[in-house]
């Protein structure tokens, strides 16, 4: 027997490496009219390196022993930017003290007790407005210059006090203005970024990957807030995430997408498919798939 093309079409993409996984996702993957795009791990490799390590003078923190506390905060962690903060103290040749009571705040960063003191590591804009204002300034002014290198600044806090900056940069994937472009043509709309990160870093990266419409500093609930908005005004929009904090938007998606090889184990439950070979490409030549199984259908 001849297979239906849906059923054809999962296998091909499978063929081209991304898990399609039902016949209806195949089926509803080429309708998409609006495309959303997380930044960190999606349109960047996701493979970040820590490129400035600040501590803040008069706090009694060198280089090494903030990344280093830093690092042991940030080992339980799957995040891409903890992930870069861990490598670079150990490429320094540090010796991680194990991190208590650690929780994660998807889109805000990490709290844990490191040698007796709570370490939070972060998003500048959140872990700031916790701190009084006298304290804040010195972290807030290095947070600036490295965004203004176009780095990600993460604040490192000790029990509540702001001691260092680190700035973290991440390329952007060699095919992602290529993908942009394509999923552009296929739907007739042009892509937009949702990220947490802050909107210098996220405006940066979209211009290069020839992104106009931009969302910064948005919380988990945010992204999936700004995916129910189109889709009560009628759009059918296609999620591309990859993180912990893109599942609330994948879920809220006509179809939602999970980049496999970095993802979370919840971005990639949450999805409808999942891209295992590495390559953004993969994305509209799936989208591309389903428009052509469905032309046969009806
Ligand atoms: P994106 O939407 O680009 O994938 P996230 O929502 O994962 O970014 O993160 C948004 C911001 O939250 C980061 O730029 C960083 O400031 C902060 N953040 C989140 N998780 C962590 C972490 N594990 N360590 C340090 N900062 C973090
Ligand atoms: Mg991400």
Do not use: Y
């Not at 081209?16 to 490799?45: I, P, W």
């Not at 043509?185 to 419409?213: C, F, H, Q, V, Y």
């Not at 929009?237 to 893109?246: A, C, F, I, K």
């Not at 999942?274 to 389903?290: C, K, N, Y």
């Amino acid at each position: 027997a001849t297979m239906p093309p849906l059923l054809s079409a999962m296998a091909n993409a499978g063929r081209h490496g991304v898990l399609v996984k039902s016949a209806v996702v195949m089926e509803r993957l080429g309708q998409a009219d609006r495309v959303a795009l997380d930044k960190t791990g999606t349109l960047t490799e996701g493979a970040p390196r820590v490129t400035a390590v600040r501590p803040l003078p008069g706090t009694g923190t060198t280089e090494d022993s903030l990344l280093a506390s830093a690092a042991a905060a940030e080992h339980p962690s799957e995040h891409p930017l903890a992930r870069a903060v861990v490598n670079a103290a150990q490429e320094r040749g540090a010796e991680l003290s194990t991190a208590e009571d650690f929780s994660s705040a998807p889109g805000t960063g990490v709290v844990a007790t490191v040698d007796g003191h709570r370490i939070a590591v972060g998003s500048p804009s959140r872990l700031l407005r916790e701190v009084p204002a006298s304290a804040a300034a010195p972290a807030a002014a290095v947070v600036g210059e490295l965004e203004d290198d176009g780095c990600t600044a993460v604040v490192v806090l000790r029990d509540e006090v702001p001691v260092g900056v680190l700035g973290i940069a991440d390329r952007i994937r060699r095919d992602a203005t290529e993908t942009v472009a394509s999923l552009a043509r296929l739907t007739g709309s042009s892509p937009m970024l949702l990220t947490g990160d802050n909107p210098r870093a996220a405006g940066r990266l979209a211009a290069e990957a020839g992104i106009t419409d931009v969302r910064a500093g948005l919380l988990p609930q945010d992204k999936a807030d700004a995916v129910r908005e189109w889709e009560q005004a009628g759009h059918k929009v296609l999620v591309l995430g990859d993180g912990v904090n893109d599942a609330p938007a994948l879920a809220a998606a006509h179809t939602g997408i999970a980049m496999g090889r970095a993802g979370s184990d919840l971005a990639l439950e949450t999805a409808d498919a999942v891209v295992i070979r590495d390559e953004l490409t993969t994305v509209p030549t799936v989208v591309a798939l389903s428009r052509a199984a469905r032309r046969l259908v009806v």
